[in-house]
Structure formats: C-alpha cells, structure tokens
C-alpha cells in the first residue's frame, strides 16, 4: 500500500480566515513533506519532516505553519493568506531521507484563497 | 548549481507508436533519478526510479528509463503508446549531498492521439 491521504481535496478560504489542511500515511514512512504547485509548474518544497521533526523550511512564509503530531499525520496550518497562496498543496512521505528513498505524494487539496 | 532539464514542453505521438520524454540532469557527484506522472487535478504518482546498477530501469504501466552517464540524461521510454498516457511527466533527482531534497524538471506534456 502506498497510498498517502489528503483532505480536504478542495479548500476556499477568504484572506482573514484560518484553516487546516490534513495529511496522513499508514506505510510506516519517517519522512514527509510538503509542496505548493502551481498550474503547469513542478511542486516546490516547502517543508521536510523527519522522525517528526522538522529539518527543512524552504523560507516559508509564516503565515504556513507546519505541523506533525505523529508519524502518520502532516498538517499544515494557513492564517492570513495571500490570493497569489492559491495553488495545489502536495502532501508527500517516504521511507527515510536518504536520496534513494522514494517519495509518495497525496491527491492533493487545491486551494483558493479570495 | 544542480538542476534537471526537460528540453521539450509538450510531446505529441500517434497511439501505438514508442514515445521518449526527455531529461538531462547536472547534480555533482552520483544521482538518484526519478520519473513521476502527473494526470489532471491529480498527485504525482510514481514510475521508477534509478540508483545504481543496470541503466535500463523497468517501471509501471511499461514504462522503462534509461540511464546515460555520459550523455548525464535519463530518456523516459515507452515501447508502444496509448492514449491514456496523456498526462504531464515530470523528471527529478536527488543529490547524493542533499538527499532531503528533490529537484524536479519543468514537466513535459504527452499528448496520444488516438
């Protein structure tokens, strides 16, 4: 099984709001992730969890802030959002770090922010 | 600078015919190489990877990627097409010195026509 659960699959919020966006993995994986994409764009990065701590933030903007309140779930919590934050957010595990590892990715949740 | 090159944008093939995308990369020293597929509204999903051994890597869906050291490229393969390979490809490495990261390719769309 390698499956890597999103929710919600679609997400509206105005500017002022604060939601959540949820991710989870039942493979065992120590590693996740997550990445923003934009249309016709490859995923960027955003931030790398590992043994549920985080070890990358790619100057993320503070009004994302990360969460991983145990090995199977990833969540990441927006406040205050720009509409130029609109985009398809990636969640993705993998087994460890380590550069062979293979990286699954969920769904995703697309995201509009009015 | 490592970076991963997918010199074509869009790739059109007639169903039935072999398809090859494209993707040249330039890490230092050994690569992990990485194919994903994207479909629309949709995750990636994964195709195959390389990390050591044969260059020929044999994935799902009959896909098959060849790794050239010399020629620093990784071509996605595909014998005979079919239309429901349309999908946007996406082609990445992760460096042996950074392997929490994973450098992906600007993308390339398939196009089979029936």
């Known amino acids: 099984d390698t499956e890597v659960t999103q929710t919600p699959k679609h997400l509206v919020m105005g500017m002022t709001n604060k939601k959540s966006l949820k991710c989870e993995q039942h493979?065992?994986?120590?590693?996740m992730y997550w990445y923003k994409q934009k249309a016709k764009k490859p995923p960027e990065l955003m931030f790398v969890?590992?043994?549920?701590?985080?070890?990358i933030n790619e100057s993320v903007p503070s009004r994302f802030s990360p969460e991983c309140p145990n090995s199977s779930l990833l969540n990441l919590h927006l406040h205050a959002l720009q509409p130029e934050d609109s985009a398809l957010y990636l969640c993705?595990?993998?087994?460890?770090?380590?550069?062979?590892?293979?990286?699954?990715f969920g769904p995703g949740t697309r995201l509009l922010v009015l | 600078a490592q970076s991963v090159a997918q010199p074509e944008d869009q790739v059109n093939v007639a169903e039935g015919n072999p398809l090859t995308v494209k993707c040249t990369y330039s890490v230092s020293g050994n690569p992990y190489l990485f194919w994903y597929v994207q479909y629309p509204n949709r995750g990636l999903q994964f195709l195959l990877k390389y990390i050591t051994g044969d260059n020929l890597v044999k994935g799902s869906y009959g896909f098959e990627a060849e790794f050239n050291k010399s020629q620093t490229s990784f071509h996605l393969k595909k014998p005979s097409a079919l239309v429901s390979d349309s999908a946007l490809y996406f082609c990445a490495v992760r460096p042996y010195s950074s392997a929490s990261k994973i450098i992906f390719g600007s993308g390339t769309r398939l196009s089979i026509r029936p």
């Open positions: 993705a595990s993998s087994r460890g770090t380590s550069g062979q590892e293979t990286q699954y």
């Open positions: 493979m065992g994986h120590r590693a």
């Open positions: 969890y590992s043994y549920e701590k985080l070890s």
